[in-house]
């Protein structure tokens, strides 16, 4: 089955600086991956996510890049803010209709 | 996006005693739904998928006696632990599917605390 790797599993920055969290899949017939972010004591919200026929889609501060060839995709948060604290969850699919197989989780800390 | 939305938010119960758990498409009909399970600072661990009408499909090693789902309509999914103990004590988290115009998007629910004494 698919196997989602999630790096690194924990990231501290700076207020302002950017956030990079990268994923790897297994199964080159997976073709959604969603990003969620998911608060202390709260249900995963999500925040991004792309479909394999795009490289690159982007929300503000936002964006997720995809390469297929090397199976990973990659979060990156521009000029964080303390709200950006939280953890991150990637996650990969096949077809519509299939289950989410997500990584381990980023928790990510922004320092004021 | 989506709402979805869980009942109770945080429920305490004494071992041996069952729990329902209610997750609800607010502004959406949801033929699938999906259970989750959330140990601390653990990733999220399906546990079943819920169609609307049929019985659940279980994950591998999720007692399907001990955790009842039934997915009555397309708003209303439901989880009920039975017989508790305090090993079930986690965040359950619901989920639904939402279909969009090229596939589906899932949203989560903002989870069930669970605490078995």
């Known amino acids: 089955g698919e196997n989602v790797e999630q790096h690194p599993s924990t990231l501290s920055v700076q207020e302002g600086d950017s956030a990079v969290i990268k994923c790897t899949y297994s199964?080159?017939?997976?073709?959604?991956f969603p990003w969620y972010k998911q608060e202390l004591g709260k249900g995963p919200q999500l925040i991004i996510d792309?479909?394999?026929?795009?490289g690159e889609k982007k929300d503000q501060r936002i964006a997720v890049t995809l390469n297929k060839t090397a199976k990973h995709f990659s979060l990156h948060i521009t000029e964080t803010q303390p709200e950006d604290s939280a953890v991150y969850f990637c996650?990969?699919?096949?077809?519509?209709?299939?289950?989410?197989?997500f990584g381990g989780g980023t928790r990510v800390l922004v320092k004021p | 996006g989506a709402v979805v939305s869980q009942h109770p938010s945080r429920v305490i119960c004494k071992s041996g005693t069952s729990v329902k758990i209610e997750c609800r498409s607010l502004?959406?009909?949801?033929?699938?739904m999906f259970w989750y399970r959330q140990f601390p600072k653990q990733s999220l661990m399906l546990m079943a998928t819920?169609?609307?009408?049929?019985?659940?499909?279980?994950e591998q090693g999720v007692e399907k006696d001990k955790f009842l789902i039934n997915h009555a309509s397309l708003t209303l999914s439901t989880l009920t632990v039975t017989s508790a103990h305090p090993e079930d004590s986690s965040f359950y988290i619901c989920?639904?599917?939402?279909?969009?115009?090229?596939?589906?998007?899932?949203?989560f629910g903002p989870g069930t605390r669970l605490t078995v004494l």
């Open positions: 502004d959406f009909q949801a033929t699938t």
């Open positions: 989920s639904a599917r939402v279909p969009t115009g090229v596939g589906d998007t899932q949203y």
């Open positions: 199964d080159s017939a997976s073709n959604y």
């Open positions: 819920s169609n609307e009408g049929s019985k659940a499909t279980y």
């Open positions: 996650a990969a699919r096949k077809a519509a209709g299939n289950k989410l197989t």
């Open positions: 792309i479909r394999s026929n795009v």
